[in-house]
């Protein structure tokens, strides 16, 4: 004999406001890819580190990013409208670093690190990437702390196949 147990009720559970220091700790367990996002045009250059990158559709071909709207970049990437995602190598450590802002260097400065190039949408572009991948802005929201950008893909540069950069447990690793 089988006894039939009705679902927990979901009200009190979807009524209470969960903890953003939990949210932050389980999500930190999850380990993600390391991008630097970069950007340049008539706002200037200006880039940041960035896990928060997802792909979202192949056609038309684009990905989701995700930043902190208290950024000193995200205005300067919507300004110009476009924008390079740059998915980094074991070794590129020192480049998330400065570009998530812990190595006080600011704006173009942040572009003293590393090996960069222009992309073939001229935007800087990490010599060093895994991929690199070319967007224009077709969406932009701000969803509360965040504004969630979603860039058509124009163009994908393949870098050289190496281990890639992660970040999980609030630090930096490599596969």
């Known amino acids: 004999m089988m006894l ?4 927990p009720s979901l009200d009190s559970a979807l009524d209470t406001e969960l903890d953003p ?16 996002v970069t950007t340049d045009g008539p706002a200037g250059p200006a880039g940041f580190t960035a896990t928060a990158v997802t792909p979202v559709t192949d056609t038309p071909p684009s990905l989701l990013v995700c930043v902190n709207s208290s950024g000193r970049s995200i205005k300067t990437l919507l300004q110009n409208g ?3 995602v740059s998915t980094l190598g074991a070794d590129d450590e020192l480049v998330a670093e400065t570009f998530a ?6 704006g173009p400065d ?15 572009r990490l010599k060093t990437n895994l991929v690199a ?32 950069l992660i970040y999980q447990g609030r630090s930096y690793h490599r596969l």
């Open 4 to 7: 039939k147990v009705p679902p």
């Open 21 to 36: 220091a939990l949210f932050r700790e389980g999500m930190s367990r999850v380990a993600g890819a390391v991008h630097v």
């Open 82 to 84: 476009v924008f390079c």
């Open 101 to 106: 802002g812990r190595r006080d260097l600011n």
């Open 110 to 124: 942040r572009f003293t690190v590393g090996t960069w190039d222009r992309s073939k949408a001229d935007q800087p």
């Open 133 to 164: 991948f070319d967007c224009k802005v077709s969406d932009a929201r701000l969803v509360a702390t965040h504004h969630v950008i979603i860039g058509e893909i124009i163009a994908v540069t393949l870098g050289e196949r190496r281990s890639p």
